[in-house]
């Protein structure tokens, strides 16, 4: 069964920093864009930040300066660093990746379960 597995989140005060992880588990044989998106109560959907398996780095303005985002494509993990946290980054955070289970299969996009951050004032 091939997943996306997010860790790092969790409560932090405003100002300060975290690091998600998300680890593509099984039989994958290969990853094109991997990403993050975040999702706050009430709120549609947002893109964060994604990368090209070759580095190339997108990000929404509000992240800009803020967020970096990283990837290892020996583990097929993608990080999220994420400095000066504001209250309004508070969300559920999931990853995302373009994945291929076999060498002639197609490629679809895969989601993570998500990880809670939440940031106090």
């Known amino acids: 069964q091939v997943q996306l597995v997010e860790s790092g989140g969790g409560l932090v005060q405003a100002g300060g920093s975290l690091r998600l992880s998300c680890a593509a588990s099984g039989s994958i044989v290969g990853l094109r864009d991997m990403g993050w998106y975040r999702q706050a109560p009430g709120k549609q959907r947002e893109l964060v930040a994604t990368i090209t398996s070759g580095g190339s780095s997108n990000y929404a303005d509000s992240m800009k300066g803020r967020f970096t985002i990283s990837r290892d494509n020996a583990k097929n993990t993608v990080y999220l660093q994420m400095n000066s946290l504001k209250p309004e980054d508070t969300a559920v955070y999931r990853c995302?990746?373009?994945?291929?289970?076999?060498?002639?299969?197609?490629?679809?996009?895969?989601w993570g379960q998500g990880t809670q951050v939440t940031v106090s004032s």
């Open positions: 995302t990746a373009v994945v291929r289970r076999t060498v002639v299969g197609r490629w679809y996009d895969l």
